[in-house]
Nanobody, 121 residues
Framework: QVQLVESGGGSVQAGGSLDLSCAAS????????MGWYRQAPGQQRELVAQITRGLVENYQDSVKGRFTISGDYVQNIAYLQMNSLKFEDTAIYYCSMDVQPTDHEGHRTYWGQGTQVTVSS
């Protein structure tokens, strides 16, 4: 069983910064893509940023230049550094990882429980 545990959410004023982290544990042979998603009230979950095992990064346009994703593929930890936060960044942030648990299984996506990020204007 693979578990993802996020940490680092909280409340901050507009213009401030927050750092999120997500650690994977359990039966893990290999982690492929790591990603961060968010879901605001009444909205669908959306991709914020993604990083591949080859360290190729992809960002939602609204966060480019403000957010930075990184991934530790030895410790299986994903990070999201968020700067210049805006009110519209307020949401529950979810970590996801594409994991192959064992060499007898294919890879699938696992999700963290979510962490609240609140930005006050």
């Amino acid at each position: 069983q693979v578990q993802l545990v996020e940490s680092g959410g909280g409340s901050v004023q507009a213009g401030g910064s927050l750092d999120l982290s997500c650690a994977a544990s359990g039966s893990i042979l290999r982690v492929y893509t790591m990603g961060w998603y968010r879901q605001a009230p009444g909205q669908q979950r959306e991709l914020v940023a993604q990083i591949t095992r080859g360290l190729v990064e992809n960002y939602q346009d609204s966060v480019k230049g403000r957010f930075t994703i990184s991934g530790d593929y030895v410790q299986n930890i994903a990070y999201l550094q968020m700067n210049s936060l805006k009110f519209e960044d307020t949401a529950i942030y979810y970590c996801s990882m594409d994991v192959q648990p064992t060499d007898h299984e294919g890879h699938r996506t696992y999700w963290g429980q979510g962490t609240q990020v609140t930005v006050s204007s």
